[in-house]
């Protein structure tokens, strides 16, 4: 840990009526990886914002290098060292790689000034070597995968000397070994003197990399503290103001009668997918990116087609094509893209809320405003949906608040089946125990799951049964009893169990 | 220095009270004081009623733009549409059938064709804008066929009460204008499909995984604009006593700006029928004011391109406080 290269003192921030942050102090160190941990609405998100001049600040002082600085643009952040990579990235698709890197600082050559492509090439391939990324810099900007994307983000702020880099929930979309790739680059920026802030809600990865934690609640500092003198035990406790108890509520209970049965179910991306699901149950689907689990889960949602095969509920043959006529099946899903395929941005959170059920809800085709809000106001109070009104359109909600407006939208329609691809993505503990514990309950009250997941501790402890996929095949299926994380992994990568 | 800062700050606080709605009734009142002063005859209750008919044509074509526009699409048909279905109506009263059956049958026409607009963007998958814009071309020439070119005066008497009736000293057009917007207003914010309408335009993906059929929506909300847009058709041969090909050209530019002026977006999501009423109205008030005093016809255009440009760039100021704050 070095001198201290940014500190923000006494920050305020106010939206309407909400205070978003009340007095917080942040301080950096360079060769340091700070984590910012809290709960959904903690405030992480804006901090950052104002230090990258994305939002104005309502108060406090930002130093740099021990010198106030007043950014008024984002671009002046940037040309003062700081470099923020959001959660949704802003590249430009159909350039390259290396384009997109050298956008508006593209090596020139000759009188004209022509760009220098060749050069600029080898400038991003010498460029990924010397952080350890391994992309083809002519690669299209589409064609890579979002850990790629984020990586690419990174390589193009070390290219611009960017001495500060603050990442906001980089690592949610990614799976385990994209995160150790993506630590790796941060840990070799860290050794290249470079000070970066780093926010996850996954306390495994938090332990791992940060060199300090630093708590907000409330808008509020809660504390820092050095990653040696702490246990992840203790920052739950700081984040939520309160001990958990229990993360995981799990408890074994019977299950019923079979409810939706697979055979055979073949689509574009998988193949033969044959599985029981019974009342009360909770079957858990994993395998590592790219084998196809996502594709189960729009497939079961008449999202995606499937070409080959049968799907029965309640014994009778079904055969949906659109997620109209799933849903009046019984059918739920909750997507993992919140931003694309969930939320419905301008819209209240009420509205929201109410989107999925009203297809069902009488009268036929008038709106009942009373009973909607009274909904609204049913799952704010359950799942703890941070927001002043429920009339606030849902962009104005910090990412895990409108996960679990998400989620609202698809328990409201009491559905038979609740497809949850990621659910707890972005979402912080406390609030994730509390989705656990709905998913318990919605089970033991007869409802079925299918858990569609990338976490493996999360599918372990939540699965009665988990059905792994292989490249887009099944390669076997574990009871609970039984399974285990390296029984998980080898399966997931093809191999047998002995 | 210091008073400055404080002017701005009180400026952004009463920014952020503001609706859409009152900015422009404010808006609305400053023109009409601009013009009461201007010229002696703007501020008479004559001068309303006919401010309030100029403004109808637009007004209820402008009830199914705004729809289409929520949904984030887009019909450039609609003046072209209102134009054939002028013609086509003279011709039913022409060849002896009943004015009322020739309405009923030009409304259909109007239906018809939004159907059919709905259909190639939903079924074929063709961009709204190209898809109407070629649409428009076929409307257009089919009235220019079916009249061979010429206008058709409008004889029954029946008919052009449409246009140039009163009831209770208000025009027959006001009145219809004012009883769609009811419930049309009714509609947008009271039912399923106008909440839907919504939902689409502000991410039709998610919609669709929530279950909200957005073909069956899209293909009704232009379906709807075919409507209205053939009622307007109706009224403005109604109120020219004559079907001419070449009616209502243009008529589709001023129907999305008077939406946009009231605070539609283009781009979806966002809007709603009280705003393009007060975004007619001005469109209507400036036209009239502007000829009140004598301003002549090019100016006039001139003028109306600008309050549509302060308009729209407000409107960007309205959403960039929304990305920031
Ligand atoms: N544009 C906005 N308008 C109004 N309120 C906002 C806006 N952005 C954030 N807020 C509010 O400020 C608070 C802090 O939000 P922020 O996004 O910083 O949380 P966060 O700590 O990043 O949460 P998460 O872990 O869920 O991403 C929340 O209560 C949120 O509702
Ligand atoms: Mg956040």
């Known amino acids: ?498 | 220095m210091i008073p400055e800062v404080k002017l701005s700050q009180i400026g952004l606080s009463i920014k952020k009270k503001m609706t859409t709605e009152l900015t422009l009734l404010i808006g609305y009142f400053i023109l009409c004081t601009f013009f009461s002063f201007m010229s002696p005859y703007f501020f008479s209750l004559n001068n309303f009623l006919n401010i309030g008919l100029y403004g109808s044509i637009v007004g209820i074509a402008g009830i199914g733009m705004t729809m289409v526009l929520l949904t984030g699409n887009i019909d450039v048909s609609v003046g072209a549409l209102m134009g054939l279905i002028g013609v086509s109506v003279a011709s039913f009263i022409e060849m002896g059938v009943p004015f009322a059956a020739s309405i009923i049958l030009g409304i259909s026409i109007g239906i018809a064709c939004g159907l059919l607009n709905g259909l190639i963007i939903t079924r074929m998958r063709i961009n709204a804008l190209i898809a109407t814009l070629s649409t428009m071309a076929i409307f257009r020439g089919l009235a220019f066929v079916l009249c061979g070119g010429l206008s058709k005066i409008i004889t029954s008497d029946g008919y052009r009460w449409y246009g140039r009736g009163y009831i209770l000293g208000v025009p027959v057009c006001v009145w219809i204008m004012v009883i769609f917007y009811g419930i049309f207003i009714y509609i947008l914010r009271n039912t399923k499909f106008g909440r839907r309408v919504y939902a689409i335009g502000g991410n039709s993906k998610a919609s669709y995984l929530s279950g909200v059929n957005v073909k069956n929506t899209v293909i009704s909300v232009f379906t709807l604009a075919g409507l209205t847009a053939g009622i307007g058709g109706i009224l403005m041969a109604a109120q020219t006593g004559s079907g001419l090909p070449s009616a209502g050209q243009g008529m589709e530019m001023e129907v999305i700006a008077a939406a946009v002026l009231g605070g539609t977006s283009l781009s979806g999501g966002k809007g709603n029928l009280v705003g393009t009423l007060i975004g007619v109205m001005m469109m209507a008030t400036l036209g009239n004011g502007m000829v009140l005093m004598n301003v002549p016809a090019f100016y006039q255009q001139i003028a109306k391109g600008v309050v549509l440009l302060i308009a729209v760039f407000m409107d960007s100021l309205r959403s960039r406080d929304l990305d920031e704050a």
């Not at chain 1, 993992?336 to 395929?341: A, F, G, N």
């Open chain 1, 1 to 498: 840990m070095g001198e201290v290269v940014l500190s923000m003192k006494h920050i305020t921030k106010r939206f309407n009526n909400v205070v978003a942050l009340d007095d917080v102090n942040l301080e950096l160190y360079s060769s340091e990886v700070l984590c910012l941990l809290g709960e959904n609405g903690a405030g992480k998100s804006t901090l950052l914002k104002i230090l990258s001049a994305a939002y104005k600040r309502d108060g406090g002082i930002i130093e740099i290098d021990g010198k106030e600085v007043h950014f008024k643009t984002t671009r002046q952040a940037i040309e003062s060292g700081i470099a923020v990579i959001y959660q949704e990235l802003n590249e430009i698709p159909d350039l390259t790689v290396a384009e997109n890197i050298y956008l508006e600082r593209q090596p020139v050559r000759g009188p004209l000034k022509r760009i220098d492509w060749q050069r600029m090439v080898k400038d991003a391939e010498a460029l990924f070597s010397e952080i350890g990324i391994d992309i083809d810099p002519r690669r299209r900007m589409k064609e890579l995968s979002v850990a790629e994307k984020q990586m690419t983000e990174i390589a193009k702020a070390v290219a611009q000397n960017i001495r500060i880099l603050v990442t906001d929930e980089p690592t949610s979309a990614l799976s385990e070994a994209e995160v150790n790739k993506l630590f790796g680059v941060i840990d070799r920026i860290k050794r290249m003197g470079g000070a970066i802030i780093f926010i996850s809600h996954r306390l495994d990865e938090v332990m791992r990399i940060s060199d300090r934690i630093m708590v907000l609640r409330d808008g509020k500092n809660v504390g820092v503290v050095k990653k040696e003198e702490t246990s992840e035990e203790e920052i739950v406790t700081m984040m939520v103001g309160r001990k958990l108890v229990e993360m995981f509520p799990r408890r074994r209970h019977e299950v019923g009668n079979m409810l939706l049965e697979a055979e055979k179910l073949t689509a574009k991306g998988i193949q033969d997918i044959s599985f029981q699901l019974h009342k009360g149950e909770i079957l858990g689907v994993f395998g590592l990116m790219g084998s196809g689990i996502q594709k189960l889960g729009t497939v079961l949602f008449g999202k995606d087609k499937w070409i080959r095969g049968h799907l029965r509920l309640n014994g009778k043959p079904v055969n949906y094509s659109s997620p109209c006529e799933a849903i009046a099946q019984g059918v739920a899903f909750v997507p993992s893209e919140r931003k694309i395929d969930g939320i419905i941005a301008c819209m209240s959170v009420k509205e929201n809320i109410v989107l999925a059920s009203m297809t069902q809800s009488k009268p036929r085709f008038l709106l009942n405003h009373s009973c909607d809000r009274m909904i609204a106001e049913k799952w704010k109070e359950r799942l703890r949906i941070k927001t002043p009104d429920i009339r606030n359109a849902i962009c104005n909600l910090s990412g895990g608040n409108q996960q679990k407006t998400v989620i609202s939208r698809w328990l409201e329609m009491n559905p038979e089946v609740l497809i949850l691809a990621e659910p707890t993505r972005g979402i912080d503990v406390g609030a994730k125990a509390e989705i656990y514990e709905l998913m318990e309950e919605y089970a033991r009250s007869g409802g079925s799951v299918i858990l569609i997941t990338s976490e493996m501790r999360e599918i372990l402890e939540m699965s009665d049964r988990i059905l792994v996929l292989h490249d887009g095949e099944m390669n076997g299926v574990l009871v609970r009893s039984e399974a285990d994380e390296e029984k998980l992994l080898l399966l997931a990568m093809g191999g047998t169990l002995l």
